[in-house]
């Protein structure tokens, strides 16, 4: 049985436009599954061109700057050919040929900004053999932003693999690398995210339909079957901006038996996974948030949706994640801060955009753990009126936390294990008068 949370230490060692043409239609069966050899980079969005960290790190795994051959595939994206130049023009600054990047024609809808071309003719492009077996002469895939629907769409229609998608797998299989931002990310997970957002999920619950993209913006949570590149949890992206850590929950709790634990990938910030050592390790500008089920308890009750002793984790800045021993390690640049605590404040302020750590990777880091004048700090979701969330975050016995000054990161912290309990709230907020320009908010 795993253990409630294990203690988190401190490690003092680091880990180290050229178009395809051609559509041949057959069935091949799945290869029998292999020992992964390859690495994932998971990018959680928004992915800056002046992001070195991780766009070095891909090249890295893809063989280095003189061995690097990459297959773009952008089936996710309503402008493939686009977002293909913005991606060469990307690796180029780092060192790459032009030629040594290919776009794979794989895609849904036609870019009406690219007159002559329409690559809603693509869309079947994953049933090539021809364009399948070119991949042997590849060392990377990397899966442009978009819609993942459209990626499990053309990859894997119906559940079942395409040429293309086995070719991807005997890639990663051999020592190659897959990468992927936004969509390109939440399809890696066997248990795929599509649409909805943390209110949604909350209140509502999950659904089938679906709609476009409109709807990855808000509504009830929309799970779909991924590709599965990434064995151990689910993938979420544009963690930070979005809030999305509520509807990373319910999915985790939906499929607690076999994925208990969630991964919410910030933008411009990428989830490293390597297969020969099954560690994964943050890199760039953001963080990424853990979240693990597997002890936590849903209450029933009929005013919403309760969870209690949800773990919480936040890695960034180097943080690393060990699966094979269930252990978070914090960069050895990092000094621990439960114990050291700088801040000394007893009820930090937590009332949203005025709040000075509004985001929860700051909430966790400075207000609860570099704090010793509190051990929980409590923030809301509600829509003003009628029921909400409290959310009720706690430090204990498993809970530790690091910081260090990084250069581009500012401060760096990290907060590994900290209890969150998800409580159905009913709020009332009344304007007073305007001369006192206050407002009063009461929670039962």
Known sequence: MKHPFKNIGLSISVLSLSLVLGCTEA???????????????????????????????????????????????????????????????????????????????????????????????????????KLAEQLSQFTAVWFLGGDQLNITATLAPDGQHSVLLDAIWALYQRGGVVGGTSAGAAMMSDVMIAAGDSW????????????????????????????????????????????????????????????????????????????????????????????????????????????????????????????????????????????????????????GVFSRNSRLKDLLTFDLLDNKGATEVVSYLHQGQGNGFTLRFSQDEYTTGYWQYLDGLLDSGSAFGVKLDIIPTEFSITPLPAATATAAVTTE
């Open 200 to 351: 949604g999920a909350l209140t509502a619950g999950t659904t089938d339909s679906y709609n476009g993209m409109q709807d990855q913006e808000n509504g009830p949570l929309m799970l779909a079957k991924g590709l599965g590149f990434f064995p151990h949890a689910i993938i979420d992206q544009h963690f930070d901006r979005k809030a999305r850590f509520g509807r990373l929950i319910v999915a985790a709790e939906l499929n607690k038996a076999t994925f208990p634990m969630g991964f919410g990938i910030d933008e411009n910030t990428a989830l490293v996974y390597t297969a020969h050592n099954n560690s994964a390790q943050v890199i760039g500008a953001g963080a990424v948030t853990a979240i693990d089920v597997s002890n936590a308890r849903r209450l029933e009750n009929p005013h919403g949706y309760h969870i209690e002793n949800v773990r919480v984790s936040v890695m960034q800045g180097g943080d690393y994640y060990h699966f094979d021993t269930e252990q978070f390690v914090a960069n050895p640049l990092k000094s621990a801060t439960v114990g050291h605590e700088y801040l000394n404040l007893a009820k930090p302020v937590v009332s």
């Open 27 to 129: 069935v091949i069966p799945e290869p029998e599954k292999l020992a992964d050899k390859g690495a994932l980079v998971l990018v959680g969005g928004a992915l800056a061109g002046s992001n070195a960290a991780v766009y070095q790190r891909f090249i890295e795994l893809a063989g280095g700057e003189l061995q690097a051959r990459i297959a773009v595939i952008p089936a996710a994206s309503g402008q493939p050919v686009k977002y293909f130049k913005q991606f060469q023009q990307d690796m180029q600054r780092y060192g790459l040929d032009e030629d040594q990047m290919t776009l794979f024609q794989v895609a849904v809808s036609d870019d009406k900004n690219t007159k002559d071309i329409d690559e809603s003719q693509w869309r079947r492009g994953a049933t090539d053999i």
